[in-house]
């Protein structure tokens, strides 16, 4: 299993954009990217999935580089409503583990 | 949209009890997944099934099984209950592996143990 590091906590004001990084050094060939956003006593919500390159939904962009050792959560302009834990898991579809998340917190 | 729907949300029970909790997946999902959340704590993968059989295995303790049944619906059983397992538990579905909208996930079940 890919093992992944990210920050434990991140401020940010409203309206920035607010980008996380997560390394996975050891990621392997069949292993996607996938990050959810949990809030207190909620189950996790899915938020983007990628593999390679950039992709980008309706809420947010993942950018993954070519050797895809790390990738970058980028949320655009954030609201109050978005301080959650965000959580970076890296695995074979069907076989995701949640290792520790970012607490964002953010600041009127 | 039809949800991940758990039941009961809440659960009281004392040490040495047994406790059932049950997941309903999105219809049309074949593939359920359970986590345990501690207090303070990251999502802990349990135990996944597709089409009915265990298709992984986390860090279930032995005094918990589970099964999913001919209509998809999962059963998470718990005897012997301990103070350390009170914690959410948490049950995904997704179809097949998961697809690029990964897997969905349900309210939980907040289990307290006394």
């Known amino acids: 299993l890919a093992k992944t590091t990210q920050p434990i906590s991140m401020d940010s004001y409203e309206g920035q954009e607010v980008n996380i990084t997560c390394s996975h050094n050891n990621i392997a060939t069949n292993d996607y990217i996938t990050w959810y956003q949990q809030f207190p006593s909620q189950g996790p919500r899915f938020i983007i999935q990628g593999y390679k390159t950039k992709v980008t939904n309706e809420v947010a962009s993942l950018f993954i580089p070519a050797d895809r050792k790390s990738s970058t959560l980028s949320l655009p302009r954030v609201s109050l409503s978005d301080t959650a834990v965000y959580y970076c898991l890296v695995g074979p579809l069907g076989q995701f583990y949640f290792g520790t998340g970012t607490s964002l917190t953010v600041i009127p | 949209a039809a949800g991940v729907i758990q039941s009961p949300r809440h659960l009281i029970k004392e040490k040495r009890e047994t406790a059932t909790l049950k997941c309903y997946p999105i219809?049309?999902?074949?593939?359920v997944y359970w986590y345990q959340q501690g207090p303070g704590q990251d999502p802990q993968f349990l135990i996944s099934f597709y089409e009915k059989m265990q298709s992984d295995k986390g860090s279930i303790p032995d005094r918990f099984s589970a099964q999913q049944f001919s209509d998809y619906h999962s059963e998470l059983n718990m005897s012997s209950l301990e103070l350390g397992d009170s914690a959410l538990y948490f049950c995904?579905?997704?179809?097949?592996?998961?697809?690029?909208?990964?897997?969905?996930f349900g309210s939980g079940t907040r289990l307290t143990v006394v």
């Open positions: 995904a579905s997704s179809l097949g592996s998961g697809t690029v909208y990964g897997y969905t």
């Open positions: 219809p049309r999902h074949d593939t």
